[in-house]
């Protein structure tokens, strides 16, 4: 598939399929994980715990690779591995504030209580990823580097025949049922692991 | 003359410091900073593939206990 030539990007665009996705099924599957621990918090239901905590462990590491992506790109085109650039440190101030919430389930023994401050965390880290990834970058105060910000050559507004839409929507569609493949993976096995510690 | 030619040879700018360019990595357009990072996703898929297998070995095993009482 042909793809715009583009300053700074090159071919590296089509990265787009790849690194761009990850963030995409990261986000997606902690909003899953958010409407989960809400349910929790309104009808306390262990299954409910068990799901919301099992889809955030497995954003967490879709977030992870899209930082490992990520920093190899900066280090061929920006020349270093991490640069303070706002989009970076608000991304990795996201995946800290889920890092916490793995901290934060294991540091605690009782399960119910466990299921409840979780839930409570993790609406907080939601607000968090979404202020620093969607936001903080986008501000025109912050500047970002980052391809698509600060008049930085994305995709979006240079994808004039629309062939890489035709790569991209489909792609997004495969990451996302992986993603979910994984999640209903670790949230089957985490159901079984519980019903075993129950007998 | 020759005296000229080495006074020029000598006013010789200093090497600048070796600077990265199209090499490697940047190679043709930066394409395989893009196979770099299917390779960086394929090994992470692998790595967390390997942590379920793990986890699903201890359940495994926690089962034959269970049965065996």
């Known amino acids: 598939m042909p793809v715009p030539a583009l300053e700074i990007l090159h071919e590296t665009i089509r990265n787009l399929y790849f690194h761009v996705c990850m963030w995409f099924s990261m986000m997606f599957i902690l909003t899953v994980s958010l409407v989960y621990s809400l349910k929790y918090l309104n009808k306390p239901n262990e299954d409910y715990d068990i799901i919301a905590s099992q889809s955030s462990y497995t954003g967490l590491m879709f977030g992870v690779l899209g930082l490992a992506t990520g920093s190899l790109w900066a280090r061929y085109t920006w020349g270093a591995w991490w640069t303070n650039d706002p989009k970076l440190n608000g991304a990795a101030i996201a995946l800290l504030s889920y890092f916490a919430y793995v901290v934060l389930r294991n540091a605690m023994d009782d399960e119910q209580k466990r299921a409840r401050i979780s839930a409570v965390y993790n609406i907080f880290a939601y607000a968090m990823m979404m202020v620093f990834i969607m936001i903080y970058p986008r501000l025109k105060e912050v500047d970002s580097l980052h391809p698509g910000n600060g008049g930085n050559p994305g995709f979006n507004q240079y994808d004039l025949d629309s062939h890489m839409r035709l790569v991209f929507y489909p792609a997004v569609i495969g990451w996302l049922l992986l993603c979910s493949w994984i999640a209903s993976i670790n949230i089957r096995t985490e159901r079984i692991k519980r019903h075993l510690a129950n007998q | ?69």
């Open chain 2, 1 to 69: 003359m020759f005296l000229l030619c080495s006074v020029f040879m000598q006013a010789q700018p200093v090497s600048n410091p070796p600077v990265e360019m199209a090499d490697g990595m940047r190679s043709d357009g930066k394409i395989y900073v893009v196979v770099g990072v299917l390779v960086i996703i394929l090994f992470g898929v692998f790595a967390y593939l390997m942590s379920i297998d793990r986890k699903v070995s201890r359940i495994e095993k926690n089962i034959e206990e269970l049965s065996k009482k």
